[in-house]
């Protein structure tokens, strides 16, 4: 597999040319979640919202513990970038043996804490107890998840955004059809209920994870990590991998805990709210789709430009990247302001959870531009090795806005759900406006990594 040929003239082909598999990519992730909403939510109300609950749960674990990705993939960039393709295999192979060490320190927290977490999220007894056998489950294959995107991580780093797509294709097939066979007891499987969602997703985990550290130590794949990387520490690799991920695990610690102040917040507005809540977040994270793949692509090519010592490039990836998730998030909201109550209905909710979630969906418009804004610029910040300004943001947006905003309009002002959506709107507005002044003051031209 051929590296990226950074120059201007290539610019729009190679953001398409990164963008297009990761977008793929996470509709095949979007696909699973709307598919194990949708054959859940024939098990009732219950169900759907310990899945939702305890999904998003697992899924911010894995999104703080893997925020070393985020360093590890702004230094692969750099060394590809400057043609250093040994040092990049060295970075990668490190991030793969900490993220090893993080999944077997976290799982034991996260099997025995799960139902404690949930209760301290104000789920409702029966809710609790679903969902903490879901993440029993899956909390038990936590490393596999961890070492799923770090090896994710450094080959988009590396300019390859095709091997984690074709990789999440194979495991969301896995996914679906064990979804289906132990859901419901197809066959020779056992019924297992809301325990055959949390099954299915740890064996397409494993096999996910065997599939890219395959690709990867066989060199298939634009980069070769062999055995000596992983058998020793390199300390060099780890302090530098270290320096810049450690900004973007507080952001992301933050940005989670906001998000979990923002999930209970929805919780203590009943089952009812938490359902419909699940299903909008489902409708929308269909738009995140282009803003999260051009973040991605972006990344990327800042930090190569930046390797190729070629800032001007950096700037203007940046810049276009931002015009072409306008345009795309734009489209959903207008189809999220057009079409709330068909896109609902997909999920076949109860009348008070579509009334819920359709207003929902339609306050998720006002923040798709800024969302735009926001996913490319700290993306294209943190592909150059500035994790500082992001984490600035999270911790500004989080602790004034993000939270203390929805518990004003939901609760103190009685406006249920739609009340927090529309604090989390105000939020991402005000977070793209300061993503762009501190891109505009330039710190990310100076960052060494």
Request: proline letters at 3%.
């Amino acid at each position: 597999m051929h590296l990226l040929d950074i120059t201007e003239k290539n610019l729009n082909k190679n953001i398409f040319k990164l963008c297009i598999p990761v977008a793929i990519e996470n509709i095949l992730h979007m696909s699973v979640f709307i598919s194990d909403t949708v054959m859940v939510g024939r098990l009732g109300t219950d169900a759907i919202a310990s899945v939702g609950l305890a999904g998003t749960l697992f899924f911010i674990i894995s999104m703080v513990f893997s925020a070393l990705n985020v360093g590890s993939a702004s230094i692969v960039a750099r060394h590809v970038g400057a043609k250093e393709k040994e040092q990049a295999q060295m970075v990668g192979a490190q991030t793969i043996l900490l993220s090893l060490i993080m999944g077997i320190v976290a799982t034991p927290l996260l099997f025995f804490f799960a139902k404690k977490t949930l209760i301290l999220l104000s789920a409702e007894p029966n809710v609790a107890g679903l969902g903490a056998c879901y993440l029993r489950i899956v909390g038990g294959f936590l490393v596999f998840r961890l070492i799923i995107l770090a090896c994710s991580g450094v080959l988009r780093g590396a300019g390859d955004t095709k091997t984690p797509m074709k990789v999440t294709l194979i495991i969301n097939c896995i996914n679906i059809l064990f979804n289906w066979l132990l859901i419901f007891g197809i066959g020779p499987f056992p019924r297992l209920g809301v325990s055959g969602v949390a099954w299915a997703t740890a064996l397409a985990y494993t096999v996910g994870t065997c599939l890219l550290l395959t690709k990867l130590f066989a060199g298939k794949c634009v980069l070769h990590i062999r055995i000596q990387h992983l058998t020793r520490l390199h300390i060099e690799s780890l302090q530098r991998i270290l320096r810049i991920s450690i900004p973007a695990a507080i952001d992301a610690f933050l940005t989670q805990m906001g998000f979990l102040f923002f999930i209970k917040i929805v919780t203590i507005l009943g089952t009812v709210s938490l359902a419909a809540h699940q299903i909008a977040i489902r409708i929308e994270s269909i738009s995140y789709m282009p803003g999260f793949a051009l973040a991605v692509s972006t990344a990327t090519l800042v930090g190569q430009s930046l390797g190729a010592k070629n800032a001007g490039l950096a700037l203007l990836s940046m810049r276009r990247s931002c015009y072409f998730a306008l345009f795309l998030m734009g489209f959903f909201a207008l189809i999220f302001l057009l079409f709330p109550g068909q896109m609902v209905m997909i999920f076949k909710p109860e009348p008070d959870v579509f009334s819920l979630a359709v207003v929902c969906v339609m306050i998720a418009a006002i923040e798709q531009p800024a969302l735009a804004v926001y996913m490319v610029y700290a993306g294209g910040l943190r592909g150059a090795g500035d994790t500082i300004s992001p984490m600035i943001i999270a911790i500004a947006g989080t602790l004034c806005l993000h939270a203390p905003l929805a518990y004003l309009f939901g609760i103190t002002l009685g406006w249920g759900l739609a009340g927090v959506w529309f604090g989390a709107a105000i939020d991402w507005v005000c977070r793209a406006i300061a993503i762009y002044i501190l891109y505009m003051r330039g710190r990310w031209r100076r960052v060494t990594v």
